[in-house]
């Protein structure tokens, strides 16, 4: 990407980032036209692990999806980095590994280890402070400016929206580029994030189906005041549902047949991974002089 995510996030229209978990999904939501991704914690442990998001998921597992998903897109990777996994000094280390494989924004949240997802209940949080200081080491340990930090606050279910409001402005003074005030219950309650933190900064919301906050569209969370919203684990839940109805259907039919108009064929998945092509790439490739190419390769240094 020739703009950086920064840019995007700094005017109209809002960025809107559909979660994603392997560079499968990643694939599909770039070619459905999203420039921006969100890599999810809660997603990567629902899908690598079959389990819920209550920290098991580590700074390795996160990394190694990173790298496969910057390997085969190009859009911006918004990447959920959970507590940071540890310190102010395990964050710096999470944030040169995550800015490495290819995250373009990486978000850190002030819940106590083990986390959990901040749609669930009996969240506990480190001291402000501390957070502070975590995402001040964020800022100084990344290579670029255009690796934005983004300072998620779970205060709202712990101490009281007034209270995660003024986190959320300790974090920014820290250096935070992005600020993001988790489950809120109300629409109200948006509106009041964006009138009490302003718009210095881009305010990032998160829909989750079934969660603690309403949703809302892109344009309606725009028009109240936010730059970027996240749909993290939406994903997941549509194709666990599908695979439930799958294997569902198979076993009662003992067949795919009754299952195949919802479903690609054998033929119909390899154009969309791009089968053909990459097959014919390599024969061109094979098919090379490497005494030609040699040649060709010293005229142009």
Not at 24 to 50: D, K, P, V
Not at 84 to 111: F, H, K, P, W
Not at 270 to 275: A, P, V
Request: net charge neutral; hydrophobic share 45%; aromatic share 6%.
């Amino acid at each position: 990407m020739t703009d950086s995510l920064r840019l995007h996030l700094s005017k109209p229209p809002i960025v809107v980032a559909p979660g994603v978990y392997d560079p499968l999904s990643a694939m599909l939501a770039s070619q459905a036209g999203f420039r921006a991704l969100y890599i999810s914690g809660a997603a990567i442990a629902y899908t690598r692990l079959g389990r819920p998001d209550i920290g098991l998921v580590s700074l390795s597992e996160v990394v190694e999806t990173v790298s496969l998903i910057r390997d085969r897109v190009d859009a911006h990777l918004i990447v959920d980095a959970d507590t940071g996994y540890g310190n102010a000094l395990n964050v710096e280390r999470t944030v040169r590994l995550l800015e490495r494989a290819g995250a373009s924004a990486i978000q850190i949240e002030d819940q106590s280890f083990p986390k959990r997802c901040g749609h669930l209940d009996d969240k506990s949080l480190i001291p402000a402070v501390e957070m502070a200081g975590k995402i001040k080491a964020a800022v100084d340990a990344r290579r670029s400016v255009d690796t934005l930090i983004i300072a998620r606050t779970d205060a709202v279910a712990v101490e009281g929206f007034d209270a995660a409001i003024a986190r959320a402005q300790m974090y920014r003074d820290a250096g935070a580029d992005v600020l993001f005030v988790e489950a809120p219950k109300a629409r109200d309650e948006l509106a009041r994030i964006v009138a009490q933190l302003g718009r210095s900064l881009p305010l990032m919301a998160n829909m989750v189906e079934g969660g603690k906050t309403p949703i809302l569209s892109g344009s309606e969370l725009e028009a109240i005041g936010f730059s970027l919203v996240i749909f993290p684990g939406g994903i997941v839940r549509a194709v666990a549902k599908t695979a439930a109805d799958y294997y569902g259907s198979l076993a009662a039919n003992g067949s795919t047949q009754p299952f195949r108009d919802r479903m690609y064929d054998f033929v119909g998945l390899n154009d969309l991974l791009g089968t053909p092509e990459m097959i014919a790439r390599g024969k061109r490739l094979e098919s090379i002089d490497p005494t030609s190419a040699a040649k060709a390769g010293h005229k142009k240094s």
